[in-house]
């Protein structure tokens, strides 16, 4: 997708494709230190480096999102543009229910995790099991560490399994998706893998009804 909406920008494309790879918003001097591995290269003198720095950072795809106290914040275009994509999509499935499971499906696999672990899910995490599951097809569940969200997880496994449904987890790591896949019984991979799945037309994930994203 990124491919598609790439602009014309006097940045240096790998300073810019570096630093975008990492992060959404960035200060100046992040940026002035990726343009300056790119143009140290060309043999310029500090004098010339600077000009291309301040020139460059006139430029259309740059956005100003925030003034700090010690440095500016910047975002670009492109970036904006993805997340407005994905707010969209957001947004649309927080419009729909075609997963929603019924109250007594998700009983059923509370009982089922009890019996299973011999653990008992809190107020609050049945709370998060009746969140995710009873409501809209987009859920958000936070907690700190040890609060039990993979004990949430596990139960909404248990949950869309019993309903024949395709689950899978996705994380930034390998090492996080194989704690995900031994923690809740997920198979879970990494979003790279969901990546190059979605590009090489992969039928397997055309199959998936509920993805979960572990985004620690």
Known sequence: RKEEIKGKSDIPENAITRITASKSS????????????????SGKNIIDLKRTINTEFESEELVLISNGQYSDY????????LEKELLDISTDLANKQEHMASAQELS??????KNETGFITSYEQTKALEHASLGSDFSIVQGSAGAGKSTVMRSISILYQNKGKKILGATVVKKAANNLMNETGIHSVTIAKIQHLILNNDQSIKNIDVLIIDEA
């Open 74 to 81: 910047f975002t670009t275009q492109q970036i904006l543009t």
């Open 26 to 41: 960035f200060t100046r001097q992040q940026l002035e230190y990726e343009i300056l591995i790119d143009e140290m290269l």
């Open 108 to 113: 059923d696999a509370i009982a089922l995790f």
